[in-house]
């Protein structure tokens, strides 16, 4: 009889435990709305470029070598000018590597490889504004340095920088 009352017991108290954590009725109510979500997008441009490796330069005769300019802008982005500065060592207007000491080798950045159309900041390879799409604009700078004074035997280098203009 005990073992009986205490399985009545257990019955009991699941019923009720089951009772307590029953799921909702169908006499439940519910609401509902809605959530946004936004963000914007404003024009930008990233540029890199490869370098432009003229080899061994000789000063009895010019180096030639070419960079890759890749652009890439957000869609629908327009770009009015992709611009080269002078370098970090500009001497009489014309661009200069610098080496040992205070040694420079000069040297030009063209729009072609026959070196006619020099590139600057105003100068640029482009026919008019262009509207950026998916894929990026590519543009070949194409370097010489010409036959110039014999300088000290090391690296020489200089940093041309890129500026895009855009809206």
Known sequence: MFKRLRIQAALGALVLGSALVAPLGADALTATGTMTVTTGVVASCTTSATTANL???????ASTASSTITVSCTQGAAVSSVGLDNGLFMVAAVRQMRGAGTADIGYGVYQDATFATAWTNAAWPALATYTAVVAPAVFTAYVIAP??????????????GITVTYS
């Open 55 to 61: 080899g061994t330069w000789n000063f009895t005769a």
């Open 147 to 160: 036959p110039g004074p014999n300088v000290i035997a090391g690296t020489y280098t200089d940093t041309v």
